[in-house]
């Protein structure tokens, strides 16, 4: 807790100076009130997957598109696999008022489900030889894994851009770690994504940013022809987030993008990059009309809070966050649900009802995603 209350005085006293209002105990007021939740049950059950992470969505040919980050598979896949470091669905049904079914998913020979964004050549052979135990080269487990996170349509190019971060995983529980992050292209719905190379001869060479960089694509959006894309830091107890953006067209051409500096400054240099807010590794930023603000949905990081925030701007000023609603408890007796984010392609009533998931653990490997209707209304700045 000592950290927690530190990294708060400090975010205070940093944003204060750069007359900024990012943190969770500052800002203006909301412009929305919670009048009403409900708890709509699981979405996207499929008895061949245990459980999984994630649950990014977006549209892509008239489908709701779900990218999902470590899936547990009920029995082996076509390699022999029950774990594959990402998956995915869809469905048609965009009216969410009595939950979201109609769910697809591609199967493989064996009849398992697969994964979207698809491996190297080289990731493979390395996950192939640690695989399994005994294995061919130690230390059996260690693999590299794939995990999507922001969907954001580029309709001009008649595309969509899928962020992702490129990790290392050893064995044991919470031993990984991202080494970069991307973005991959979808042109084809019949067909899978691609890794574009960007740094030809580098030991990673799809990768847009790297190990040390914020981690883009913890949330994302395009407002006309300009990305919007949210990196969050993970590793700090408040999880502060940078804003930067580019033109959607020359997304993979990091010397093109630009970073939110303060003050209504934006930079080509990435280490101006000031924190805009602070909220979680998964999250959803969108505009929404009725409110005539952007909406950012989150859960606090260790709790079973869901929180929503507003803002005029991309870059802000955020408004404090209020509780959404809080989430059931996991099963298995923790304190802490994962993955809350708003999926605005289901809004309703303009936005005055939205609809949020979130990862609800059942077990030790098993979980599900559950959704929530969130209905809203708008009030000034006396909250009236």
């Known amino acids: 807790m000592r950290g927690v209350r530190l990294a708060l005085t400090v975010c205070v006293g940093l944003l204060g100076s750069l007359g900024m209002s990012g943190c969770k105990s500052s800002g203006p007021p909301p412009s929305l009130a919670v009048v009403q939740t409900t708890d709509l049950g699981t979405i996207g059950s499929n ?33 022999g696999q029950t774990l594959i470091s990402d998956s995915w669905a869809w469905t048609t049904q965009l009216n969410a008022a009595q939950g979201i079914t109609g769910f697809q998913e591609r ?4 009849g398992a489900p697969t994964m979207l964004l698809s491996l190297s050549p080289i990731e493979q052979a390395f996950n192939t030889a640690h695989q399994g135990n005994p294995c061919q080269q130690q230390p059996c487990g260690a693999r590299w894994a794939l995990w999507p996170g922001a969907v954001v349509a580029d309709i001009a190019r008649s595309r969509v851009l899928i962020f992702y971060q490129l990790v290392s995983a050893q064995p044991g529980d919470f031993n990984f770690a991202a080494v970069g992050y991307s973005v991959a292209i979808w042109q084809n719905f019949a067909g899978q994504p691609r890794r574009p190379t960007l740094n030809p001869g580098a030991e990673h060479p799809d990768l847009l940013f790297g190990q040390n960089d914020p981690s883009f694509g913890t949330a994302a959006f395009a407002d006309g022809d300009t990305l919007y894309a949210y990196g969050c830091n993970s590793s700090h107890p408040d999880v502060p987030c940078v804003l930067g953006r580019v033109a959607i067209a020359n997304v993979l051409d990091v010397g093109s993008w630009s970073f939110y500096a303060g003050r209504g400054n934006w930079s080509s240099n990435l280490p101006d990059a000031a924190t805009v807010l602070h909220a979680a590794p998964t999250m959803n930023v969108s505009w929404n009309d009725y409110l005539q603000s952007y909406v950012a949905v989150y859960n606090v990081p260790f709790s079973q809070q869901v929180m929503i925030r507003t803002s ?45 998931t979130y990862s609800h653990s059942t077990g030790a490997f098993t979980s599900e995603l559950r959704l929530v209707s969130v209905r809203v209304k708008a009030v000034n700045s006396q909250g009236q």
């Open 47 to 79: 008895p061949k997957i245990l459980g999984r992470d994630g649950g990014y969505s977006g549209m892509f040919a008239g489908n709701s598109v779900w990218v999902f980050g470590d899936t547990f598979l009920a029995t082996p896949n076509a390699a």
């Open 107 to 110: 199967e493989d020979t064996a």
């Open 312 to 356: 005029p701007k991309p870059e802000g000023p955020w408004s404090r966050e209020i509780t959404a609603f809080d989430a059931l408890p996991p099963a298995n007796g923790g304190s802490s649900v994962h993955d809350a984010q708003a999926h605005p392609e289901y809004n309703a009533s303009g936005g005055q009802v939205m609809y949020v």
